[in-house]
């Protein structure tokens, strides 16, 4: 205290420094898990959007192909259209999930099984959440409403699904690559 500095004085101020910065880091952490919680729903819609978009071009053409293949091979047609859109539908979310998420496995059968448990999981939660409110009570407002929230719903299974197919790489992975999973995983 020789030199008219009190030591208490500087202490505060430093203590009020450090509680300072961790109001900013606490505030900057609270931006980031926004912005990261933003990121993963815009994913999610786009994901469900792409794929409920996509699928229906797809199911379009599909159908055309699929009652030619009824007309011409009976009931092996059947089996072979439902084949095939099972391989379109697995081989798209494979495509969509690659894209936004993580690798998916690509072999034949892999797809295969993708694409029917993909088909039987949004059958059942399309129904319930999409087709019970359109019927329920008919009209564009509802249609809206659905399709929005279908879109979410939608990249929400396809993306839980499509878990069961992801690619397993060995331990020996570049840094760049698992950057830009760690970004593409957020």
């Known amino acids: 205290m020789s030199n008219g500095i009190d030591q208490s004085k500087i202490e505060e101020v430093l203590e009020s420094f450090e509680k300072a910065k961790a109001k900013k880091d606490e505030e900057k952490s609270k931006i980031r898990e926004k912005k990261k919680t933003w990121k993963i729903l815009t994913k999610y819609f786009a994901h469900g959007l792409a794929f409920s978009l996509l699928f229906t071009v797809l199911a379009i053409l599909w159908i055309f192909g699929f009652l030619i293949l009824i007309l011409l091979g009976s009931f092996i047609g059947l089996i072979i259209g439902l084949g095939i859109l099972m391989l ?99």
């Open 88 to 186: 379109i539908i697995g081989g798209l979310n494979s495509l969509l999930t690659s894209l936004l998420w993580f690798p998916v496995k690509t072999s034949f059968w892999s797809i295969l099984g993708h694409g029917i448990v993909l088909f039987i999981m949004l059958s059942i939660v399309n129904s319930i959440f999409l087709l019970v409110p359109s019927l329920a009570f008919p009209g564009i407002t509802t249609t809206a409403i659905t399709f929005i929230i279908g879109a979410f719903l939608d990249g929400f299974v396809s993306k839980k699904v499509a878990r069961w197919w992801k690619e397993e790489y060995p331990e020996d992975i570049p840094e760049a690559v698992e950057a830009e999973w760690r970004h593409k995983n957020l």
